[in-house]
Structure formats: structure tokens, C-alpha cells
């Protein structure tokens, strides 16, 4: 088993930034990969960055160049720092670990972009 907890949401005005963590637990050794989703009202859940256990990311088109993923082995968390953030940035943001036949949550945290 896995735990992820998020932190870090909040409120920001637009064009500023924020920093989410994830604080990962358990089973660390049977991920093969970290992510980050969020979901807006009324929208389906959409993948934000992605981290393979090699290190390499991807980032959905919209945060390119905004949203940075990163991971601290030493203190086992997962993070996502962006920066010149937007109105539709605002959503509920998960932290998501996958292992080869299971998949982890964390309970999400709210981001709210405010103008």
C-alpha cells in the first residue's frame, strides 16, 4: 500500500505562483511512476505532469513551460511548482502514483486562481 497527502493549495492571484507537495508513504519501492491531475468543476479529471521512475516528465500542453514536477527521494515527496498561474488553473489538484497492477491518490488540494 501507498499513502499520498497532499499540501500546499490555496488562493493566488493570477500571474503568481504556488508550490504543491506530496508526501508519499508505504510501499515506495513498487512505484514505476508519479503524477499530478487536476479537476475543474463541471470537467473530467485531467492529467497535469507526469514523472517516470527514470526521472523524465511530461507536462500536459497548457501548463508547458509553467508547471515544473519534481521529486525528493531523501524526503519522499512529490511536487509541482507553477508559476504564472491562470484563472483556469484553478481546480482540485491530486497527487497519483502508479505501480504495475495498482494505482494511488492522494485526496486532493484546492487551487484557487483568483483575478
Known amino acids: 500500500q501507498v499513502q499520498l497527502v497532499e499540501s500546499g493549495g490555496g488562493l493566488v492571484q493570477a500571474g503568481g505562483s504556488l508550490r504543491l507537495s506530496c508526501a508519499v508513504s508505504g510501499s515506495i519501492f513498487s512505484i514505476n511512476g508519479f503524477n499530478w491531475y487536476r479537476q475543474a468543476p463541471g470537467k473530467q479529471r485531467e492529467l497535469v505532469a507526469a514523472?517516470?521512475?527514470?526521472?523524465?516528465?511530461q507536462y500536459a500542453e497548457s501548463v508547458k513551460g509553467r508547471f515544473t514536477i519534481s521529486r525528493d527521494n531523501a524526503k519522499n515527496t512529490v511536487s509541482l511548482q507553477m508559476k504564472s498561474l491562470k484563472l483556469e488553473d484553478t481546480a482540485v489538484y491530486y497527487c497519483?502514483?502508479?505501480?504495475?497492477?495498482?494505482?494511488?491518490w492522494g485526496q486532493g488540494t484546492q487551487v484557487t486562481v483568483s483575478p
Open positions: 497519483n502514483a502508479k505501480a504495475v497492477w495498482e494505482e494511488y
Open positions: 514523472m517516470a521512475s527514470g526521472g523524465i516528465t
